[in-house]
């Protein structure tokens, strides 16, 4: 499975992007769609989940309410749409999926294939 990201860019703090994953898979109803970002210094942290088949998703507290993860089946393809952004959310964004069963994860040990990444940076 090979994933895309893109959506990315610099916005003002209070704004508003979307990223967008595609994946080259032709099904993805096994799999769990997740994201992830990884701020300069620090670790990799969960952001949110997806299982693709029931659309049960999972966020962590800090985007609670501010981000929302969707997909668009007919696309193969999984949204983050970050609205109330803060400086804090400045990071590079990565797309996951877990092929091996549909358990939901934060853990990015629990996933098989990452995309390439793309920046998000929110000023102040």
């Known amino acids: 499975v090979q994933l895309v990201e893109s959506g990315g860019g610099l916005v003002e703090t209070g704004g508003s992007l979307r990223l967008a994953c595609a994946a080259s898979a032709s099904s993805l109803s096994a799999y769990v769609m997740g994201w992830f970002r990884q701020a300069g210094g620090l670790a990799r942290e969960f952001v949110a989940a997806?299982?693709?088949?029931?659309?049960?998703?999972y966020y962590t507290d800090s985007v609670k309410g501010r981000f929302t993860i969707s997909r668009d089946s007919a696309k193969n393809t999984v949204y983050l749409q970050m609205n109330s952004l803060k400086p804090e959310d400045t990071a590079v964004y990565y797309c996951?999926?877990?092929?091996?069963?549909?358990?939901?994860?934060?853990?990015?040990?629990?996933?098989?294939?990452w995309g390439q990444g793309t920046q998000v940076a929110v000023s102040s």
């Open positions: 997806m299982r693709w088949a029931d659309t049960t998703s």
């Open positions: 996951a999926a877990r092929g091996r069963d549909t358990t939901l994860t934060t853990s990015q040990w629990g996933y098989d294939y």
